[in-house]
């Protein structure tokens, strides 16, 4: 509990109010009035001190800002208006440029093509087969309607991981196929007869990368330790390691034709390696989210990068640069799938899949469908 005050604090504290209020009646007691109107504030603060505060806080704010004092309205102009009651003339509107055109209508598209049209007997409503979108300055890109085929059947359920299946490989000679899991194990399975070959362990958390090379007898993988291993297939023993990244390591790519190796992980970044030496070649920053997956291409872009962070990035392997930053997903970006022979890519998110034309990153169009996050995806050559 606090002591109760003594008269002396009593006294003491009357004689700080009392000082207070008198300086307080002296400051404003000077405050004349002339013909009805307050002075001016320079002159009421005869003491230099006070002079020099009330210049600091208000010398500032006396006058409007240049830029903001243009915008206001002259008082001319303010008279004729009140005169005349008229609202002010509305700024005129900016012409703005029109980036895309679109294609043919439905009338002229179905006159084009011979009168084929599809019509929606439900709502009677008539869409051309092919449609077009036309970029002033290219040209029209045409989405060829894809043929129907049966759909996919359930042929075999493959069983023996004790954790989620995070990645899978195929054999470039579609013999056998890898499997990466939350046990911390990669797992060689027959492609024909879905039994086991192989188990190799060496990872201390889960594996979230494979990758299998066409011309060398390696198999990369990478996981959540931020270990990159590449084993050799002959000794299915680990022969390198790829130190750098500081988080775990979610995807990895092989180039075609070079020997470089591709990954990227938790601490947004993607490092190019030398298969061989296992020297980092390049580390590409740019992303401020995690690398979720990463692929390569013989021809520029030869590295392709999504994001977390809602980005796709191109990448010029030489210079080890940004070419172009893809910004049209809302969230974030989990798969890439690059299609072998039309020079197009796709990215999956949750907002869908997007389709892009290399080398620029030119959008193409949106694949609907999906309600839900798309975690991988894969391009294969129409049959």
Same mark, same amino acid.
């Given at each position: 509990?606090?002591?109760?005050?003594?008269?002396?604090?009593?006294?003491?504290?009357?004689?700080?109010?009392?000082?207070?209020?008198?300086?307080?009646?002296?400051?404003?007691?000077?405050?004349?009035?002339?013909?009805?109107?307050?002075?001016?504030?320079?002159?009421?603060?005869?003491?230099?001190?006070?002079?020099?505060?009330?210049?600091?806080?208000?010398?500032?704010?006396?006058?409007?800002?240049?830029?903001?004092?243009?915008?206001?309205?002259?008082?001319?102009?303010?008279?004729?208006?009140?005169?005349?009651?008229?609202?002010?003339?509305?700024?005129?509107?900016?012409?703005?440029?029109?980036?895309?055109?679109?294609?043919?209508?439905?009338?002229?598209?179905?006159?084009?093509?011979?009168?084929?049209?599809?019509?929606?007997?439900?709502?009677?409503?008539?869409?051309?087969?092919?449609?077009?979108?036309?970029?002033?300055?290219?040209?029209?890109?045409?989405?060829?309607?894809?043929?129907?085929?049966?759909?996919?059947?359930?042929?075999?359920?493959?069983?023996?991981?004790?954790?989620?299946?995070?990645?899978?490989?195929?054999?470039?000679?579609?013999?056998?196929?890898?499997?990466?899991?939350?046990?911390?194990?990669?797992?060689? *399975?027959? =492609? %024909?007869?879905?039994?086991?070959?192989?188990? &190799? $362990?060496? #990872?201390?958390?889960? /594996? @979230?990368? +494979?990758? !299998?090379?066409?011309?060398?007898?390696?198999?990369?993988?990478?996981?959540?330790?931020?270990?990159?291993?590449?084993?050799?297939?002959?000794?299915?023993?680990?022969?390198?390691?790829?130190?750098?990244?500081?988080?775990?390591?979610?995807?990895?790519?092989?180039?075609?034709?070079?020997?470089?190796?591709?990954?990227?992980?938790?601490?947004?970044?993607?490092?190019?390696?030398?298969?061989?030496?296992?020297?980092?070649?390049?580390?590409?920053?740019?992303?401020?989210?995690?690398?979720?997956?990463?692929?390569?291409?013989?021809?520029?872009?030869?590295?392709?990068?999504?994001?977390?962070?809602?980005?796709?990035?191109? *990448?010029? =392997? %030489?210079?080890?640069?940004?070419?172009?930053? &893809? $910004?049209? #997903?809302?969230?974030? /970006? @989990?798969? +890439?799938? !690059?299609?072998?022979?039309?020079?197009?890519?796709?990215?999956?998110?949750?907002?869908?899949?997007?389709?892009?034309?290399?080398?620029?990153?030119?959008?193409?169009?949106?694949?609907?469908?999906?309600?839900?996050?798309?975690?991988?995806?894969?391009?294969?050559?129409?049959?």
């Amino acid at each position: 509990m606090e002591a109760p005050q003594t008269p002396q604090d009593a006294l003491h504290l009357s004689a700080l109010a009392s000082q207070n209020a008198a300086a307080t009646r002296n400051l404003y007691s000077r405050l004349e009035l002339a013909n009805g109107k307050r002075q001016k504030l320079e002159g009421v603060f005869e003491d230099a001190v006070m002079k020099r505060r009330f210049e600091a806080e208000y010398a500032a704010v006396q006058t409007l800002p240049e830029a903001l004092a243009a915008k206001q309205p002259s008082k001319q102009s303010l008279r004729k208006t009140a005169k005349t009651g008229a609202a002010p003339a509305p700024a005129p509107a900016r012409k703005t440029p029109k980036l895309l055109e679109a294609g043919p209508s439905s009338s002229a598209a179905s006159t084009a093509n011979g009168g084929e049209s599809t019509t929606t007997k439900a709502t009677g409503t008539t869409t051309p087969q092919s449609m077009s979108l036309t970029v002033r300055g290219s040209p029209a890109i045409q989405q060829v309607k894809p043929e129907w085929h049966p759909p996919w059947k359930l042929m075999r359920v493959i069983s023996g991981h004790l954790g989620w299946v995070r990645s899978l490989a195929v054999e470039p000679g579609n013999k056998w196929f890898a499997s990466g899991a939350g046990d911390r194990t990669i797992k060689i *399975w027959d =492609l %024909a007869t879905g039994s086991l070959r192989l188990t &190799l $362990t060496g #990872h201390i958390s889960t /594996v @979230r990368g +494979l990758a !299998v090379s066409p011309r060398h007898p390696y198999l990369f993988s990478c996981g959540e330790d931020k270990m990159v291993k590449c084993w050799d297939l002959e000794t299915n023993k680990v022969i390198r390691h790829y130190h750098g990244h500081l988080s775990g390591v979610y995807t990895l790519s092989l180039h075609p034709t070079l020997d470089v190796l591709v990954t990227g992980g938790r601490d947004g970044v993607a490092r190019v390696w030398d298969m061989r030496t296992r020297s980092n070649i390049h580390v590409l920053s740019g992303h401020t989210g995690t690398v979720s997956d990463v692929k390569c291409q013989e021809a520029d872009p030869q590295v392709i990068t999504a994001s977390l962070d809602s980005t796709v990035r191109l *990448w010029d =392997l %030489a210079a080890g640069k940004t070419m172009g930053v &893809l $910004t049209h #997903h809302k969230k974030g /970006v @989990r798969a +890439l799938a !690059v299609h072998p022979t039309e020079f197009t890519f796709a990215s999956g998110s949750t907002s869908g899949i997007k389709q892009w034309k290399c080398p620029e990153g030119a959008f193409m169009q949106n694949f609907e469908g999906h309600n839900a996050i798309i975690n991988t995806m894969s391009a294969t050559m129409a049959q």
